[in-house]
């Protein structure tokens, strides 16, 4: 999941620089394989008194599975004024969990975290998806990169699509057991899917805002082709 290996070079960036994330683009590249062996090459662009411009790549042995761009640095102490406001849906409890389908199997990344459906809508382009980690690690960037990296599979038509990008723009890193992802497909068709997502903690808390442009599987492209006069 390309998630995972933005998630990671986040995380290089992080313990090379000393600095938190503040936002981080990634382009895929390459899909990464299971099984193989991953270098994560990190360079610090530029280094001032409160920030960094960095960038990593993802490397299985020649092949480049990732490109990343980020800023990291300080986050200042003033109070922050969030504009974005977690919708109103039922708690994590109160939802039923979501179907993982095919995707599901012992030991694979489905199996290692719990997801709630809050609300969904094909006719809206719209999903709000409560997320656990099974084993509850503290909440951090590589983990909200995982998250964010489940927007196609918000509405019928974007499932099953290839990413070819995503952004995280980071607000707070408040801790919080569950995480609400709310999803919006802001375009789709002929080929490819435009979205976004906010991500809240449990409180309310705008903790990260994302974006991602991706290719429609063969299934939905025949589907809107079949649909256009």
């Not at 808390?205 to 429609?216: K, M, P």
């Amino acid at each position: 999941m390309g998630g995972v290996t933005f998630g990671a070079a986040l995380d290089a960036l992080e313990q090379a620089t000393g600095r938190e994330t503040l936002w981080g683009t990634c382009q895929f590249i390459a899909p990464a394989f299971a099984g193989r062996d991953f270098v994560i090459e990190t360079e610090e662009l530029v280094q001032g008194r409160n920030l960094s411009q960095a960038a990593a790549r993802v490397r299985d042995e020649e092949t480049t599975v990732i490109e990343v761009r980020a800023a990291l640095g300080a986050r200042p102490e003033a109070a922050s004024m969030p504009f974005a406001r977690m919708p109103d849906v039922a708690k994590p409890e109160d939802c039923e969990p979501k179907p993982v389908g095919d995707d599901a199997s012992p030991g694979n990344l489905f199996s290692q975290f719990e997801r709630r459906l809050a609300q969904e809508s094909d006719a809206e382009g719209r999903e709000c998806l409560w997320f656990r980690a099974v084993d509850d690690p503290p909440l951090s960037t590589a983990l909200l990169a995982i998250y964010a990296d489940h927007m196609p599979g918000a509405v019928r038509l974007t499932r099953g699509s290839t990413s070819l990008d995503c952004t995280l723009r980071f607000a707070s890193l408040r801790p919080s057991r569950w995480v609400l992802a709310e999803t919006r497909m802001e375009a789709v068709g002929p080929r490819l899917f435009h979205s976004s997502m906010n991500l809240f903690a449990e409180d309310g808390t705008l903790l990260a805002v994302a974006s991602e442009t991706g290719v429609l599987p063969r299934a939905s492209r025949n589907e809107l082709q079949e649909k256009t006069p």
